[in-house]
């Protein structure tokens, strides 16, 4: 069966607000995540340290390179007390994520897309309120934990980008046109994470972490009042018609794993299974590597200011996703989505080895130009599952990516984080090589993936002379 390549004519009236919205909630997203990590490294370095002379200057860097100081001890205690107290907020994040991004993506295959949407903007616009209201009003730091709380609860960025996800599924048919849309949606919201990135550290040293996360705050409203524009994508005829129930909805998500469909039998379970445990791994080392990172370059030999991880990150994302969009449009004429997915994860695999391994900031900007299009497999797996899964079932699928996603959220956090606290006394790439031994299974299923497909090509392309 020929795959049927068609969008609907109108898409730019809802890609385009959809695009506007995911865009500034990443913004507020990253931006908050970027300057509470970096308040919370002030914080804990007054408390412990109160008489280290640059501890309250955001416009230095916050380490010492004499690795025989005592002052360079100290950082190491900062290190590790501060990554732990990511953990915790990590942690608040994840487990009630694991609850709403299960109900909230399936829902939508019933009740419509934008309630769901509204829901997540509003949490997050909730939590960047109150954590400004706690850097201004200097409170304990341990209550960014129940803030996060309230952001896991909603849904978060995954509840809200499976939703969007679903609502480019709504408006296209299975083919190129799908895998490109998903592409362009990851693209934007990259920018809206190097945007986060780059003004973070900018507003941090001109005028207070305070003020970073109120813009980040500003964002998150701005993002709830544009979702207003965003009409509903899913047709009354593609809604399912049964009550919601939890055990059901559960059992819907697990039949992609467990069941091949009779009605498509290119889409078996094998192929959803790899694609997932794929997408599993490849989210596990970057979400793990998101947690310690600015910890990374915050400490020697790097001791990157705020200004200057902000510029960083900012080369880093703006870099990938104008390759990784460029690259895929260029590349789907010629290769297979699976093989495409395959350059992705060894370039990505490069960069974290070359983190690792750097003992100057060279190393580190050549990292970024050999990962530059690392992350392209994200999309493309996405875009795979999406085009084996019927209409009605689109909520369900990006609601159990989202559930995936969530566990490496969670899990990846925490792994990284702690293996980052515990090893930074004596390797501080150990954490980079941990997330490049994932990269590794998700090539090896892509891998299996591919010959699967090509298997299926040489089975629809035989034909039986009689």
């Known amino acids: 069966m020929k795959e049927r390549d068609e969008i609907q004519d109108d898409y730019l009236r809802i890609v385009i607000p959809v695009c506007v919205v995911n865009f500034f909630s990443f913004a507020a997203y990253v931006n908050g995540i970027y300057t509470a ?11 412990l340290f109160p008489n280290r002379s640059n501890a309250n200057s955001s416009e230095e860097s916050l380490c010492e390179t004499n690795t025989s100081s005592q002052a360079y001890k100290d950082e190491q205690v900062v290190q590790q007390v501060v990554a732990r107290w990511g953990v915790y907020i990590n942690l608040a994040q994840g487990v009630p994520l694991v609850f709403s991004s299960l109900l909230f ?18 949490g ?9 209201l706690a850097m201004v009003m200097e409170w304990n730091i341990y209550l960014f934990a129940p803030f996060t709380l309230i952001e896991g609860a909603s849904g978060s960025w995954i509840a809200e980008i499976a939703i969007a996800f679903a609502i480019v599924a709504d408006i296209t048919n299975a083919g190129n046109s799908r895998s490109f849309l998903i592409a362009v949606l990851s693209f934007v919201f990259g920018i809206g994470f190097s945007l986060g990135t780059f003004v973070s550290g900018y507003i941090v040293t001109e005028i207070g972490y305070e003020f970073s996360m109120a813009v980040s705050c500003g964002c998150a409203g701005l993002a709830t009042l544009i979702i207003c524009f965003i009409p509903e994508t899913l047709s009354n005829t593609n809604r399912k018609k049964k009550n919601f129930s939890c055990i059901g909805n559960f059992k819907d998500m697990i039949q992609f794993y467990t069941k091949n469909d009779p009605s498509s039998p290119s889409s078996t379970r094998f192929k959803y299974t790899a694609a997932m445990l794929a997408f599993l791994f490849i989210m596990l080392a970057k979400l793990g590597v998101f947690a310690f990172e600015v910890f990374y370059l915050l400490d020697s030999p790097f001791c990157f200011s705020p200004v200057k991880i902000s510029i960083f990150e900012t080369i880093k994302s703006c870099l990938s996703e104008l390759v990784i969009i460029l690259g895929i449009k260029s590349l ?11 350059i992705g994860i060894i370039s990505c695999t490069a960069m974290f080895v070359l983190f690792g391994i750097a003992t100057t900031e060279i190393y580190l900007y050549i990292a970024i130009v050999v990962g530059c299009f690392g992350m392209c497999a994200v999309p493309i797996l996405r875009a795979i599952m999406s085009k084996m899964t019927p209409p009605d079932k689109q909520g369900v699928l990006f609601g159990s990516i989202a559930v995936v996603e969530n566990i490496c959220n969670l899990s990846s956090s925490i792994i990284g984080g702690a293996i980052y606290s515990e090893t930074v006394v004596f390797y ?18 892509l891998l299996a993936l591919i010959k699967d497909s090509r298997k299926n090509q040489y089975r629809k392309d035989y034909e039986v002379i009689q």
Do not use: W
Request: hydrophobic share 45%; proline share 3%; aromatic share 14%.
């Open 332 to 342: 789907q004429p010629c290769l297979m989505d699976e093989l495409i997915a395959l």
């Open 124 to 132: 997050l616009f909730t939590k960047q309120l109150l954590m400004t």
């Open 428 to 445: 501080r790439g150990t954490a980079y090589f941990v997330m490049t031994g994932f990269m590794v299974f998700s090539a090896i299923l």
């Open 105 to 122: 993506s399936s829902l939508s295959d019933s009740m419509g897309r934008k309630p769901f949407l509204f829901i997540g903007a509003i």
């Open 37 to 47: 990590n970096e308040y919370g490294h002030k914080t804990f370095q007054n408390q």
